[in-house]
């Protein structure tokens, strides 16, 4: 079974940065989509970043020139470098393996989360 630990998370300041990072144990790469989603507090769980099955990327409008994601396909890991944090970034930081095949999307798996929190 797919396991995701998310770790990086944390304090920080408006205007600073921080970098997530997933590490995926367990997993066939090429069979899953993977990403990154958020839950702010009284809030639906968003799409943050997400590579697409082609290995392009998707982000949401509001962290596109602010946030990166990016990979290490040796490592199973993922990161998300996330700079210019504002206070509305505050949220748990979840990360997402989604399988490429929409027939298994009973396969989906979600990390434990981290909360990134942006406050002065």
């Known amino acids: 079974q797919v396991q995701l630990v998310e770790s990086g998370g944390g304090l920080g300041q408006p205007g600073g940065s921080l970098r997530l990072s997933c590490v995926a144990s367990r997993i066939v790469a090429s069979l899953y989509k993977m990403g990154w989603y958020r839950q702010a507090p009284g809030k639906q769980r968003e799409l943050v970043a997400a590579?697409?099955?082609?290995?392009?990327?998707n982000y949401a409008d509001s962290v596109k020139g602010r946030f990166t994601i990016s990979r290490d396909n040796a490592k199973n890991t993922i990161y998300l470098q996330m700079d210019s944090l504002k206070p509305e970034d505050t949220a748990v930081y979840y990360c997402?393996?989604?399988?490429?095949?929409?027939?298994?999307?009973?396969?989906?798996?979600w990390g434990q989360g981290t909360l990134v929190t942006v406050s002065s």
């Open positions: 997402n393996a989604d399988p490429v095949v929409p027939g298994l999307k009973y396969l989906e798996v």
């Open positions: 590579f697409t099955s082609g290995g392009s990327t």
